[in-house]
Each structure stands twice: as structure tokens, then as C-alpha cells.
């Protein structure tokens, strides 16, 4: 009843002043009077049916009409309703534009396809995954975009349940997982994710089973096999059954060696060994890593060392000491008889460098930057001729790693090579006075920082 008892209210008074021009002018009068209500009505019917077209042609521009009566109800309320679809048209807006900024920023490349196969929408990481541009390729087939079989045979096959490896048809570097996933009416999202870390470490799990089970099958096989040579034969010299001991004891330390070190990069990579901080003597140290040269060489190399600062180290010792320990004895193994092996501490531009010096055969520039890798050995029979396990460089970076460090390899074949451990400047520790160095036997003492080498 809100909405009538205006309108019947104007009509009943019409209808009354016509009745009284009736009973008091005749009919004539009131047919007059009634006329000219209907047209003032029809008037203003049309020019509110005008205000309300401009209007709705032109909401942002033109403003509400005014008005009162009906009319004056029916404005307000469209005025209501188009303040609420403008609300909801904000907030989708505002939904919409999230979500597109959401799509854009996802890692990995997406691509909308309708259920022709032809692009509708792209996010910028498919133009560096797959090469597509959203803008030139929209409506493009994406078969005619990437055209490589077994992407294609993919696209044929439609299980959604199945996702596709393969090369980035733009990188081949890049390895993606793709996947198709339908949504939609007949419309297909394309999903290209960047796999290849993953496989990387996967190609590394194998290659290091591999490695490990390749390394212990050879002196399992020798013990293997004297074991069987002892238990068969009747009697043997003793000479040749302390051979066979010998060889059979040297083979079961290789496989130790193998073990320790695996355990050590085991220990070393496990989130629950935190790396305690204590102070280091570095001139202890390397007079301690020194004596294990010597005694690693048996005199067949000139061992030397220089300590050219002073100062101390803020770090784990034992980390420390396996890692520098690796770095000589890998000295001596590969020097030949004859040669000089020299032990150095010195500091530069506030980092503490202690560096192991060799003239062995050398390294060739091409096998540097992977001699860290485990079980790289640029010539495997020599190493395990000196009874190397492939794994002394892999514990020396994770060692370093730990405490911020660095290692520099400089090698010149035939000539020999440096290795040196670069520590950062927050763990060097200076001393809080100046140490005097007792010489020793090939022992190069502490100079004055001003005649430090550099």
C-alpha cells in the first residue's frame, strides 16, 4: 500500500473537484477540467521519461533528476540501486585487478586457453618459460606457437591427470613440468613450473649413489676375493698371507676413509648441527697442520710455513681443522717427490687468507670450477692410487659455507697450485698484543703488519 496511497489519493481529489465543476458549471466543465489534468499528466509523464533517459544514458555525467511524487520515488530508488551496483562493480573491479596481479606475480608460467586452443590470457613468466607475449599472441593457436611433438602429443592425449617433462622450447637450459587443468566452459589452464633445481639435485642423488656404490666395489671385491683365496687354500707362505693381509687392511681403511667423510658431509648438512663459535689459534693450528705434512710425507717434500699475522679466528674448530687438514694432506698426495708444499697466514684488507702451496702437476683451468662436486676427480686412477674418496673438497666448501669463508683455487699445470681459504673480516680476531713467534724449523716467523705480504 506504500506505493498507492499517493497516486489514488491525487485521483480521488480530481475526481472530486470534477464532481463539484459537474454539480456546479455541467458537465461540459468537468469533461474540460478532466482533459486538462490528462494532458498536464501526459506532459510531465514525458518530460520525467526524458530527465530519465539522459540520465541513464549518461550516469557518470549527467546528475540524478529531481523530483517529487512518484517520480521523486522512482528516481531514488534507481539512485539507490545504481549506488549499489557501483559498490559491487568497485569491489569486483578491485577483485578482478587482486586476481590479475596475483596471476602475473605466480612463478610459474599460466596460460588460458578457450576450447578452440587459442590463447585468451597469459601471465608474464609463460613469455619466460615458453615465449609467449600476452598481448601479440592473445587469439593465437598455441599449437602454432609451440609446435614440439611431444608437446603436441600432449595436448592430444587431454589427461589432465598426467603432466608433461620436458625443455623449455625457449631455454633449453630450463627444465618445466606442465599440466593442463580444465575449468570453465571447455576452457583449459596451461601450467609450465620451472623444474629444473629439482631435477638437478635429482641427476645429483643418483650420480652420488652411483659414485658411493662405484667406490666401495672396488676394495669390497679385493677383500672379497682374498678372503676366498684364504678360506680355499690349504696352506700358504706367510709372506703371501701377509700380502693378502696387507692389501685386505689397506682396502678396509679406504672403505673407513669413504665412511668418515660421508658421515662428516652427512653431519655437516643436517639442520641440527649448529655451528658453535670459539676462538682459534691459528699459529697452533698450523704448526699442528704442518707436523701432519711432514709426517703425511715421510720426508719425500719440503714443508714451509709463514705466518704473517697475528691474529686469531672466531669459528669451529674442528670444522676448521678438518677443512685445512684436507686442503694439505690433498698437497702431499699430489705433489711428487721432491716437491715444496708451503702453509701461509697472512691478512688482506682486513680478511684473514690462510693458503696451502704446492708445485705439483697443476690443474687445468677447465676442471677448477667443479673440483668442489663430490667424487670429482679430474684423473680418478690417480686418486686412488694416493687413496683419495672424492669427497675432501666437497667438505671443505660446506665447512666454508658454514662460516661465511671462500675458497680460491689458482693452478697452472706443470707449475702447481694455491689453494686458499678466505675468511671474512667479523671472524678475524686481532690480537690484543703484539705476539712474538718462536722460529722453528722451517718455520717463517711473524712479521710487522706493515711488511706483511700481501
Request: net charge neutral.
Amino acid at each position: 500500500m506504500g506505493f498507492w496511497w499517493r497516486p489514488l489519493s491525487v485521483l480521488a481529489s480530481v475526481l472530486l473537484v470534477a464532481l463539484i465543476l459537474w454539480a456546479g458549471s455541467g458537465w461540459i466543465a468537468a469533461l474540460g477540467f478532466l482533459a486538462g489534468v490528462q494532458a498536464f499528466v501526459m506532459l510531465r509523464r514525458l518530460w520525467q521519461e526524458f530527465r530519465l533517459a539522459r540520465w541513464l544514458e549518461n550516469p557518470d555525467e549527467v546528475d540524478p533528476p529531481d523530483a517529487t511524487g512518484t517520480w521523486g520515488d522512482i528516481f531514488y530508488r534507481l539512485q539507490k540501486l545504481q549506488r549499489r551496483q557501483r559498490t559491487s562493480r568497485s569491489e569486483l573491479t578491485s577483485a578482478l585487478e587482486q586476481f590479475e596481479h596475483a596471476a602475473q606475480a605466480v612463478p610459474d608460467g599460466m596460460v588460458i586457453l578457450n576450447r578452440s586452443e587459442q590463447i585468451e590470457w597469459c601471465n608474464p613468466a609463460s613469455r619466460k618459460y615458453m615465449g609467449l607475449d600476452c598481448e601479440r599472441d592473445r587469439g593465437q593457436f598455441i599449437r602454432y606457437l609451440l609446435r614440439q611433438a611431444h608437446f603436441l602429443e600432449f595436448l592430444d592425449a587431454a589427461d589432465y591427470s598426467q603432466r608433461l617433462v620436458c625443455k623449455s622450447p625457449i631455454n633449453r637450459e630450463l627444465t618445466l613440468s606442465v599440466q593442463l587443468v580444465p575449468f570453465g566452459s571447455a576452457q583449459k589452464l596451461l601450467v609450465a613450473r620451472d623444474i629444473t633445481d629439482l631435477e638437478r639435485v635429482d641427476a645429483m642423488r643418483r650420480d652420488f649413489i652411483a659414485n658411493v656404490s662405484h667406490e666401495l666395489r672396488t676394495p669390497l671385491t679385493v677383500v672379497g676375493g682374498f678372503v676366498e683365496t684364504l678360506a680355499d687354500a690349504q696352506e700358504l707362505p706367510a709372506t703371501e698371507t701377509k700380502r693378502y693381509f696387507d692389501l685386505m687392511l689397506d682396502h678396509t681403511r679406504r672403505m673407513q676413509h669413504l665412511l668418515d667423510d660421508l658421515l662428516v658431509l652427512s653431519r655437516l648438512e643436517g639442520d641440527e648441527n649448529s655451528l658453535k663459535d670459539e676462538v682459534i689459534h691459528v699459529h697452533d693450528l698450523a704448526r699442528s697442520l704442518k707436523s701432519e705434512a711432514e709426517s703425511l710425507s715421510r720426508g719425500r717434500h719440503q714443508v714451509t710455513l709463514t705466518l704473517d699475522s697475528a691474529a686469531s679466528l672466531k669459528g669451529g674448530l674442528q670444522e676448521i681443522r678438518s677443512a685445512l687438514s684436507n686442503l694439505v694432506s690433498n698437497a702431499v698426495r699430489y705433489t711428487p717427490e721432491g716437491g715444496e708444499i708451503t702453509l701461509a697466514w697472512r691478512e688482506r684488507n682486513g680478511e684473514g687468507i690462510f693458503s696451502v702451496t704446492d708445485t705439483g702437476e697443476g690443474i687445468a683451468a677447465e676442471h677448477i670450477p667443479r673440483l668442489t662436486e663430490r667424487f670429482y676427480r679430474v684423473d680418478r686412477s690417480r686418486s686412488r692410487e694416493t687413496g683419495g674418496t672424492g669427497l675432501g673438497l666437497a667438505i671443505v666448501k660446506h665447512v666454508l659455507t658454514r662460516h661465511g669463508a671462500r675458497l680460491d683455487i689458482q693452478s697452472t699445470p706443470g707449475k702447481g697450485s694455491t689453494f686458499s681459504v678466505i675468511f671474512p673480516a667479523q671472524r678475524v680476531l686481532q690480537p690484543r698484543e703484539p705476539a712474538s713467534e718462536k722460529d722453528g724449523d722451517n718455520v717463517i716467523p711473524f712479521r710487522e703488519r706493515g711488511q706483511a705480504a700481501g
